[in-house]
């Protein structure tokens, strides 16, 4: 519950105190244990490209803090919508009819979960009453979350290239099956370790490391691909988080495996 402030200062300093190189953790882990994704659990992502030499080796990696709603796809397979999970389903599937009994609780179609969840974490109540109904909010209007994108490369952008960059990882996430609902507060932080961008105190004139336009677009399809790719994870490793309000409920691996070989994502 953010409105609670659980976080100290003590506890920003031992985050930063205790910071280090390597394998982060993903899933239901730090600021990604109450977030929501597709109305199921969502939380903390990574993912990573590096491009080849020819394209000058540069490497983007993202972070993302899953938080939203929409109709889950992956790599085209429309995931959400085979699961029986998904933005607006009340309203525009089997004409607003309500879920069959026999349905209910099979994790195959996503349902049994006791919390469809508000604001897109898991700690939000249920705008209908019902144990046994889709976990997205369906409600025009209504705040779906908003995720937390962060993006990081060494290749030498400027701040126009940067912002240029941030907004390819937006593109990222409509590969998901985000639409940005009205209530989304959808944000991308982009910033670059090469050296040669840094400013320093002191320096009235300094020479500039800046990576050509035309050298841009492998650099934005890498972070496209990316961002795409942190969120899956970001799910795939989450599991069921609870609450004083319910349940939210971990993406269900092997159904979702056997949407995406219906649909030929994988053999």
């Known amino acids: 519950d953010i409105r609670s402030r659980p976080a100290t200062e003590a506890h920003v300093r031992a985050a930063l105190e205790g910071a280090a190189s390597g394998p982060g953790g993903e899933g239901s882990v730090g600021a990604g244990t109450g977030t929501s994704a597709f109305g199921w659990k969502g939380g903390i992502g990574t993912s990573s490209r590096v491009l080849p030499e020819p394209l000058g080796g540069y490497a983007v ?33 089997s004409r607003g009819a309500p879920e069959p009994e026999e349905r209910r609780g099979d994790p195959r179609r996503g349902g049994g979960a006791s919390d469809p969840g508000r604001g897109g974490g898991a700690s939000g109540r249920d705008p209908r009453g019902s144990a046994g109904g889709p976990q997205v909010e369906e409600r025009q209007g209504e705040s779906q979350g908003s995720i937390m994108i962060v993006v990081a490369t060494d290749a030498p952008l400027s701040e126009r290239n940067l912002e240029r960059v941030a907004r390819r990882a937006i593109m990222g996430l409509s590969r998901t099956g985000s639409f940005a609902s009205n209530g989304s507060g959808d944000y991308v932080i982009a910033f670059s370790t090469a050296e040669g961008v840094r400013r320093r105190p002191g ?56 949407v995406l070989r219906r649909y030929g994502v994988i053999r």
């Open 203 to 258: 320096e009235d004139v300094r020479s500039v490391s800046d990576l050509s336009n035309e050298r841009m677009s492998a650099i934005f399809q890498a972070t496209l691909e990316a961002t795409e790719e942190a969120v899956y994870n970001s799910m795939f490793k989450a599991v069921a988080v609870s609450s004083r309000w319910g349940t939210r409920e971990a993406l269900p691996i092997e159904a979702t495996v056997d």
């Open 61 to 93: 990696g993202v972070l993302v803090q899953s938080n939203f709603g929409g109709i889950l796809q992956i790599a085209g397979a429309p995931v959400g919508r085979e699961l029986g999970r998904y933005s607006f389903r009340n309203q525009v599937g």
